[in-house]
């Protein structure tokens, strides 16, 4: 995984490690970092245009150091200083180097701007507000109205860094550098889709336990129940699906598929007579009816004939149970939750805390931690980017998902993987986070860049799976 750390525990880390270091030695690391980025992305460094957009702080201070480091390689280095107050040193070297210096009120600024191969954004880090002066807002606009790429220092700013929200005016960075370690706005949507591609410097800080952490491929291989000589098809998990109605059936085909292709050994259908004849039709290998199971998922696509009361029994059983899209309306917050997973889109969210839907959107990471504590459940809430909170205060996030898998029924084959998940025995956090991330995956397979089906979404899991597990075909 990747780890995310709140402001507070960069500043706590950054100040333990300072207290043995010589002055500066942290803005010397997190500058070399941030150059060498730059000349990797431009390709070259000699004769660069290079503008720095330079706030009051240490952001600005990162940028004016970097850009010295360029203009002693040939590079053309202009700095614009947003604020009456700018990192003295940062200045003196940047001078020093040959760069040059703009004040604000520079009226050669747009035009370095126009024609600049890149534009740094120091203007503010983990010290910011959020949101842009006009006076910032008017430079970044040069950049934008001429397509020149923008690298972020630390985080595009304006951004909200703890949690991920963009309430106002931020910058858009075609890539952004970063040090010690990841913030939470790299990671969580609105904010993290403004970040581009993340580059990750050491700078050798030592951190405590992370606030949200990215599911990766590796986590995958360390924590996918993948069968061995002794198992057979009760003990790989049995998932018990209640899905589909007269009104959808389909849902319970797409939903079993998803299902079938995760770790289970076997797969109870109980729903309407014909919706299990259309089930079995298209899965054979499925059995109709009650029976003993390691886990339930429950909801999607039944419509009205949800049985509140009994989901509720089954909420209060032992057995894990994994409630999706009708399957929510059962959710109430009363009692102990810790073994469900509720996976909503962000409508469902709305309607589960009273809200409305743009403001679940809008503060994702709030609301799927709010309703995580409320509910006393393990919320995965949809997404471009996935965020999944564990009632204990644990978060993840999957990113690897496609645009194109927006697309009907794709809900339904996540549902049935992550139930498929949790029958074989992971936690709630792990099933979650296995689902959405070789959910993901899968639709990266299926999409291939263009169009798919949830259906093809369900077919491409299993080849998912083997590649991440990195497992040679026998034979
Ligand atoms: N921590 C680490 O390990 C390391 C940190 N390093 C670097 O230091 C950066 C943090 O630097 P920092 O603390 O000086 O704060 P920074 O973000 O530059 O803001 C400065 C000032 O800006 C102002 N301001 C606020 N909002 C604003 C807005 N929206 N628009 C305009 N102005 C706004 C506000 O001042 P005010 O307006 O309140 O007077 C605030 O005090 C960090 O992100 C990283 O790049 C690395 O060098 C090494 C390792
Ligand atoms: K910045």
Same mark, same amino acid.
């Given at each position: 995984?990747?780890?995310?750390?709140?402001?507070?525990?960069?500043?706590?880390?950054? &100040?333990?490690?300072?207290?043995?270091?010589?002055?500066?030695?942290?803005?010397?690391?997190?500058?070399?970092?941030?150059?060498?980025?730059?000349?990797?992305?431009?390709?070259?460094?000699?004769? +660069?245009?290079?503008?720095?957009?330079?706030?009051?702080?240490?952001?600005?201070?990162?940028?004016?150091?970097?850009?010295?480091?360029?203009?002693?390689?040939?590079?053309?280095?202009? &700095?614009?200083?947003?604020?009456?107050?700018?990192? =003295?040193?940062?200045?003196? +070297?940047?001078?020093?180097?040959?760069?040059?210096?703009? *004040?604000?009120?520079?009226? !050669?600024?747009?035009?370095?701007?126009?024609?600049?191969?890149?534009?740094?954004?120091?203007?503010?880090?983990?010290?910011?507000?959020?949101?842009?002066?006009?006076?910032?807002?008017?430079?970044?606009?040069? !950049?934008?109205?001429? #397509?020149?790429?923008?690298?972020?220092?630390?985080?595009?700013?304006?951004?909200?860094? =703890?949690?991920?929200?963009?309430?106002?005016?931020?910058?858009?960075?075609?890539?952004?550098?970063? @040090?010690?370690?990841?913030?939470?706005?790299?990671?969580?949507?609105?904010?993290?889709?403004?970040?581009?591609?993340?580059?990750?410097?050491?700078?050798?800080?030592?951190?405590?336990? *992370?606030?949200?952490?990215?599911?990766?491929?590796?986590?995958?291989?360390?924590?996918?129940?993948?069968?061995?000589?002794?198992?057979? $098809?009760?003990?790989?998990?049995?998932?018990?699906?209640?899905?589909?109605?007269?009104?959808?059936?389909?849902? +319970?085909?797409? !939903? %079993?598929?998803?299902?079938?292709?995760?770790?289970?050994?076997?797969?109870?259908?109980?729903?309407? #007579?014909?919706?299990?004849? /259309?089930?079995?039709?298209?899965?054979?290998?499925?059995? /109709?009816?009650?029976?003993?199971?390691?886990?339930?998922?429950?909801?999607?696509?039944?419509? =009205?004939?949800?049985?509140? =009361? $009994?989901?509720?029994?089954?909420?209060?059983?032992?057995?894990?149970?994994?409630?999706?899209?009708?399957?929510?309306?059962?959710? #109430? #917050?009363?009692?102990?939750?810790?073994?469900?997973?509720?996976?909503?889109?962000?409508?469902?969210?709305?309607?589960?805390?009273?809200?409305?839907?743009? %403001?679940?959107?809008?503060?994702?990471? $709030?609301?799927?931690?709010?309703? /995580?504590?409320? @509910?006393?459940?393990?919320?995965?809430? $949809?997404?471009?980017?996935?965020?999944?909170?564990?009632?204990?205060?644990?978060?993840?996030?999957?990113?690897?998902?496609? *645009?194109?898998?927006?697309?009907?029924?794709?809900?339904?084959?996540?549902?049935?993987?992550?139930?498929?998940?949790?029958?074989?025995?992971?936690?709630?956090?792990?099933?979650?986070?296995?689902?959405?991330?070789?959910?993901?995956? !899968?639709?990266?397979?299926?999409?291939?860049?263009?169009?798919?089906?949830?259906?093809?979404?369900?077919?491409?899991? *299993?080849?998912? %799976?083997?590649?991440?597990?990195?497992?040679?075909?026998?034979?």
């Amino acid at each position: 995984m990747r780890h995310a750390h709140t402001v507070e525990q960069v500043r706590a880390a950054e &100040a333990d490690l300072m207290a043995r270091l010589p002055e500066g030695t942290l803005m010397q690391r997190a500058a070399s970092g941030l150059a060498v980025a730059i000349s990797n992305y431009l390709g070259h460094t000699y004769g +660069a245009r290079v503008v720095l957009l330079v706030g009051s702080g240490d952001n600005g201070g990162d940028a004016l150091y970097a850009g010295a480091q360029l203009a002693r390689r040939g590079a053309q280095v202009t &700095a614009i200083l947003l604020s009456d107050k700018a990192h =003295d040193a940062g200045i003196a +070297a940047l001078t020093a180097a040959g760069g040059r210096i703009h *004040p604000l009120a520079s009226s !050669a600024k747009g035009a370095a701007i126009a024609s600049a191969d890149i534009v740094v954004d120091g203007i503010v880090g983990i010290g910011g507000r959020p949101g842009l002066k006009p006076e910032a807002q008017a430079v970044v606009q040069v !950049a934008v109205d001429h #397509d020149v790429p923008i690298v972020a220092v630390d985080m595009p700013s304006g951004v909200d860094v =703890d949690s991920g929200e963009t309430p106002a005016e931020h910058v858009k960075a075609a890539f952004t550098v970063t @040090f010690g370690t990841h913030k939470i706005c790299h990671f969580v949507d609105p904010a993290a889709a403004a970040c581009g591609p993340v580059h990750l410097i050491d700078i050798g800080l030592e951190l405590p336990a *992370p606030a949200v952490s990215a599911i990766q491929d590796a986590d995958i291989r360390e924590r996918y129940p993948v069968p061995h000589g002794e198992s057979d $098809k009760y003990s790989r998990g049995v998932l018990g699906l209640m899905a589909g109605s007269s009104q959808y059936p389909g849902a +319970a085909v797409i !939903a %079993t598929s998803g299902a079938l292709a995760g770790p289970i050994g076997m797969l109870r259908y109980l729903g309407p #007579d014909e919706v299990a004849t /259309a089930v079995r039709a298209a899965h054979p290998e499925i059995v /109709a009816g009650e029976g003993r199971v390691q886990a339930w998922a429950i909801g999607s696509g039944l419509g =009205d004939e949800l049985e509140v =009361d $009994k989901v509720r029994e089954l909420l209060n059983a032992e057995e894990p149970v994994l409630l999706d899209a009708d399957g929510l309306k059962a959710l #109430d #917050d009363s009692g102990d939750h810790i073994g469900v997973l509720a996976t909503p889109h962000a409508g469902e969210l709305a309607r589960l805390l009273g809200v409305e839907r743009s %403001t679940v959107e809008a503060e994702r990471l $709030k609301h799927a931690k709010l309703a /995580a504590e409320r @509910f006393d459940v393990t919320v995965l809430l $949809k997404g471009a980017t996935t965020v999944i909170a564990a009632p204990d205060g644990q978060v993840r996030v999957s990113s690897n998902a496609t *645009p194109w898998l927006a697309t009907a029924g794709a809900g339904d084959v996540l549902a049935g993987l992550c139930g498929s998940l949790l029958a074989a025995g992971l936690t709630p956090l792990d099933a979650a986070s296995l689902g959405a991330y070789l959910h993901g995956a !899968a639709a990266q397979l299926a999409s291939a860049s263009g169009p798919l089906t949830a259906m093809q979404v369900a077919k491409k899991i *299993p080849e998912a %799976t083997r590649l991440l597990l990195d497992q040679d075909i026998p034979g």
